[in-house]
T-cell receptor
Framework: EAQVTQNPRYLITVTGKKLTVTCSQN?????MSWYRQDPGLGLRQIYYSMNVEVTDKGDVPEGYKVSRKEKRNFPLILESPSPNQTSLYFCASSRLSVGSATDQPQHFGDGTRLSIL | AQKVTQAQTEISVVEKEDVTLDCVYETRDTTYYLFWYKQPPSGELVFLIRRNSFDEQNEISGRYSWNFQKSTSSFNFTITASQVVDSAVYFCALSVPGTASKLTFGTGTRLQVTL
């Protein structure tokens, strides 16, 4: 089954304790991205990756890191989490067509709800 | 910059009523792509439809239909004969070339369908 898998689904942690949210896709998609969802703001892009070893910032990258060492995996790292990073996080992937994924529907994981106290 | 506005924060209807969710977008690009996603109470995001800017044909899929009007920059979504299972948050999103495929989302419309 084609899917994007995020782990963990839920996490409660404390300020400053490094954490990693994993994301893996089995569709051989080149493009992967992270979004956060906050009430009244919709979803906003944090980071994206067009291919292995190619990553770049989205609209709200502060406080986050990513890596893309393998095509299927795109972990989101919070080195020193703070309460304002409490949010619902989504990983997404899509194909690239003619060098762009603009027209491709992005497939989303089930989300990770992070609470940082 | 791109912007998507979903002015309806929350809509409540009784089952079997028709309901339209509004989406208004802003972009200076002539090529762009519009999407609708559904987020049921379980939280995942489900892709519903994609429409490119060169295709203004309306689309119908079962009880769902979409009306794309470039003249009013709108991409509205209608559910006919709504059902309780349609209860969800619905997001409209926009993507344009040159933005590394970023989806610009609206703030979502929560639809509550009751018996």
């Amino acid at each position: 089954e084609a899917q994007v898998t995020q782990n963990p689904r839920y996490l409660i942690t404390v300020t400053g304790k490094k954490l990693t949210v994993t994301c893996s896709q089995n569709m051989n998609h080149e493009y992967m991205s992270w979004y956060r969802q906050d009430p009244g703001l919709g979803l906003r892009q944090i980071y994206y990756s067009m291919n292995v070893e190619v990553t770049d910032k989205g609209d709200v990258p502060e406080g986050y890191k990513v890596s893309r060492k393998e095509k299927r995996n795109f972990p989101l790292i919070l080195e020193s989490p703070s309460p304002n990073q409490t949010s619902l996080y989504f990983c997404a992937s899509s194909r690239l067509s003619v060098g762009s994924a603009t027209d491709q529907p992005q497939h989303f994981g089930d989300g990770t709800r992070l609470s940082i106290l | 910059a791109q912007k998507v506005t979903q002015a309806q924060t929350e809509i409540s209807v009784v089952e079997k009523e028709d309901v339209t969710l509004d989406c208004v977008y802003e972009t200076r690009d002539t090529t762009y792509y519009l999407f609708w996603y559904k987020q049921p109470p379980s939280g995942e995001l489900v892709f519903l439809i994609r429409r490119n800017s060169f295709d203004e044909q309306n689309e119908i899929s079962g009880r769902y239909s979409w009306n794309f009007q470039k003249s009013t920059s709108s991409f509205n979504f209608t559910i006919t004969a709504s059902q309780v299972v349609d209860s969800a948050v619905y997001f409209c999103a926009l993507s344009v070339p040159g933005t590394a495929s970023k989806l610009t989302f609206g703030t979502g419309t929560r639809l509550q369908v009751t018996l």
